[in-house]
Nanobody, 116 residues
Framework: QVQLVESGGGLVQAGGSLRLSCAVS????????MTWYRQAPGKQRELVAT???????DYAASVKGRFTISRDNAKNTVYLQMNSLKPEDTAVYYC??????????WGQGTQVTVSS
């Protein structure tokens, strides 16, 4: 049974930083593309950042230069370092894993709130 458990969310002032973590179990971590999504109230879920099994990364234009996605294969964990946070970054952040065969799972989400 695949499980993804996010942590690290919270309340931070604009300009501050947070690091989200997503611990993965029940799958061979290294074969998965890992992605962070977010969903703000009244908006659709959007892709924030993704990292492939080979370490290639991609970011939404709105977070490029401020957020960094990374993975620690020894710890089966993916991270999202968020710097220079803005009120518009406020959302529930979700971790997603997906294999090349289309298997995917989601975490339960962690709330990030940025005050102005």
């Amino acid at each position: 049974q695949v499980q993804l458990v996010e942590s690290g969310g919270g309340l931070v002032q604009a300009g501050g930083s947070l690091r989200l973590s997503c611990a993965v179990s029940g799958t061979i971590f290294t074969i998965n593309t890992m992605t962070w999504y977010r969903q703000a109230p009244g908006k659709q879920r959007e892709l924030v950042a993704t990292i492939t099994s080979g370490g290639n990364t991609d970011y939404a234009a709105s977070v490029k230069g401020r957020f960094t996605i990374s993975r620690d294969n020894a710890k089966n964990t993916v991270y999202l370092q968020m710097n220079s946070l803005k009120p518009e970054d406020t959302a529930v952040y979700y971790c997603n894993r997906r294999t090349r065969y289309g298997n995917e799972n989601w975490g339960q989400g962690t709330q990030v709130t940025v005050s102005s």
